[in-house]
């Protein structure tokens, strides 16, 4: 990989509404119309590259269950019941304080 080029990195809800230009393409849109390439579920970083070219845009990080709730009007349907999975799972495993 080379360098040149450096990638965007913000935290996954406001990447999604982030206006971004390709570097290599000049296409221009939202993070959320950016094409997943890799998640690496343990670390949780998720890589963007351009919906036109493929080239590497910008990368987040999963967000966690507190930033979906605090951005629940952008979370899917779909998200939504992971929210509600993992948050179960917490309280789990977390007692209550
Ligand atoms: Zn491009």
Redesign the pocket.
Known sequence: MTATKARIFAPYYELRKKALT?P??G?QGLGVDLNVSEVFERSCIIEYV?P??S?DIAFTQGPTTQESRANWDQVSEADRLMVLTLEEAERGVTPEA
């Open positions: 390709c290599e393409c296409w351009c036109k070219c080239f």
